[in-house]
T-cell receptor
Framework: DVKVTQSSRYLVKRTGEKVFLECVQD?????MFWYRQDPGLGLRLIYF???????EKGDIPEGYSVSREKKERFSLILESASTNQTSMYLC???????????FGQGTRLTVV | GDSVTQMEGPVTLSEEAFLTINCTYT??????LFWYVQYPGEGLQLLLK?????DKGSNKGFEATYRKETTSFHLEKGSVQVSDSAVYFC????????????????FGQGTILTVHP
């Protein structure tokens, strides 16, 4: 079975903290993605990566950065967490266009 | 840019009722279309997909047909069960958006489905 694993299900962080969300996939997929899910807004793409050390901004990259040092691992970094970054964060990976993406179970982040 | 519009929710049905969730899209290229389902407390699972016009995706009794002329991909199920209660997302992946999409997905806002016994 294919697997995308996010390191935490729930996180509570303080405003101004640096936050790391980790994602690992075991499918040897080139493409990995970070989405943010908010009620009524669906999922919005923050960043994606199409190869090791390669990254591109998605629709809402402000306040976030990413790191992909190994093919299987894609990290999302909140440089200085703010309350408006309280959300559900979903990692995904895919092989080719039209194939569909596989999602992790999500990390619910609360910034207080 | 690309966009996906789903029917307003939430949707509440009785068990064995017929389900339709409308989805229309706007895309610059010739997209692939998907329906994802999210059960409470979980991530998204791919429910079904279609990659060209008139293709019908199907899975677990759900169906959706890729209609290029109406730019639609409506989700249907003939008889829903309580276990179908979840959030359903329509999505597209457009290969011509910026050259190659790398499998990026554009999502609708999601439709909450609740099925009562």
């Amino acid at each position: 079975d294919v697997k995308v694993t996010q390191s935490s299900r729930y996180l509570v962080k303080r405003t101004g903290e640096k936050v790391f969300l980790e994602c690992v996939q075991d499918m040897d997929h080139e493409n990995m993605f970070w989405y943010r899910q908010d009620p009524g807004l669906g999922l919005r793409l923050i960043y994606f990566s199409y190869d090791v050390k390669m990254k591109e901004k998605g629709d809402i990259p402000e306040g976030y950065s990413v790191s992909r040092e190994k093919k299987e691992r894609f990290s999302l970094i909140l440089e200085s967490a703010s309350t408006n970054q309280t959300s559900m964060y979903l990692c995904a990976s895919s092989l080719i266009q039209g194939f569909g993406a596989f999602f992790g179970q999500g990390t619910r982040l609360t910034v207080v | 840019g690309d966009s996906v519009t789903q029917m307003e929710g939430p949707v509440t049905l009785s068990e064995e009722a017929f389900l339709t969730i409308n989805c229309t899209y706007t895309a610059t290229g010739y997209p692939s279309l998907f329906w994802y389902v999210q059960y409470p407390g979980e991530g998204l699972q791919l429910l079904l997909k279609a990659t060209k016009a008139d293709d019908k995706g199907s899975n677990k009794g759900f169906e959706a047909t890729y209609r290029k002329e109406t730019t639609s991909f409506h989700l249907e199920k003939g008889s829903v069960q309580v276990s179908d209660s979840a959030v359903y997302f329509c999505a597209l992946s457009d290969p011509n958006a910026g050259g190659t999409s790398y499998g990026k997905l554009t999502f609708g806002q999601g439709t909450i489905l609740t099925v009562h016994p």
